[in-house]
């Protein structure tokens, strides 16, 4: 009888049926295909006619769950369909661009981003969680502060001392993908002082003329 297929899209789910006759009658062989994951309408597919049919290359969205089925004919013989089985597509997520260590400043922000696709080219499905780490990366939690924490670019709340070397990573998830983390990024936080290198001077200037100080 047929078994699930397991493909990682975009590669083809494979069934194979096994048949006789007690008289070594030759078998016709028709898959069929029933769409939608519900296993109880089928249509018969054309040119599937021998004991294995590969599927054409798979999606998730689109093939994910269907059902096959072969029906086994011979002349003097009444027809036998075998059991149903499934495409249970999988996918994986591809880490395209991974965040980078940054550098802000007391009083600003700082960004990070990622980006993604699926093995079935559907970065559409993706979900992002970004996460922060204070233990040097031993620990992670979701952040709860700042812009974008559930986007593929993440912006830091107001800077302060405090945030200096924080860790951050993203999580990424899709339907029928393992959720992945992205490498972890570190942010630095300085304090801008500014320094006047060059003093204004006293100017002397006739009455009505106009003075010129630079610093």
């Known amino acids: ?7 990682i899209a975009p590669a083809s789910g494979s069934f194979t049926v096994a048949g006789s006759t007690a008289d070594t ?8 295909k029933s769409e939608n994951g519900d296993g109880i309408n089928y249509t018969p597919i054309s040119g599937a006619n021998s004991t294995t049919y ?9 093939d994910y769950g269907d059902y096959y089925r072969c029906v086994l004919s011979a002349a003097g013989a009444s027809d036998v369909t075998s059991t149903a089985a499934q495409n249970l597509v999988q996918r994986t997520i591809n880490i395209t661009s991974q965040p980078t260590n940054t550098t802000g400043a007391v009083g600003g922000t700082s960004s990070f981003g990622i980006a993604a696709t699926t093995s079935d080219s559907d970065p559409g499905d993706i979900t992002f969680q970004w996460q922060v ?25 107001t ?6 070397e924080y860790q951050y990573r993203c999580l990424l998830s899709a339907a029928g993908a393992t959720t992945i983390p992205s490498n972890a990024a570190t942010l630095q936080v300085e304090t801008v002082t500014v320094v006047v290198s060059t003093q204004p ?15």
Request: charged share 10%; no cysteine.
């Open 54 to 62: 590969t599927t054409p290359a798979t999606t998730y969205d689109a």
């Open 133 to 157: 780490s204070i233990t040097n990366g031993s620990s992670w939690s979701d952040v709860s502060e700042g812009t974008g924490g559930t986007t593929s670019t993440y912006t830091t709340p």
């Open 159 to 164: 800077l302060t001392t405090t945030y200096d």
């Open 25 to 32: 009658a030759t078998i016709a062989y028709q898959w069929e």
């Open 201 to 215: 001077t006293d100017q002397t200037v006739n009455e009505s003329s106009t003075a010129t100080f630079t610093t």
């Open 1 to 7: 009888q047929p078994t699930n297929s397991n493909p």
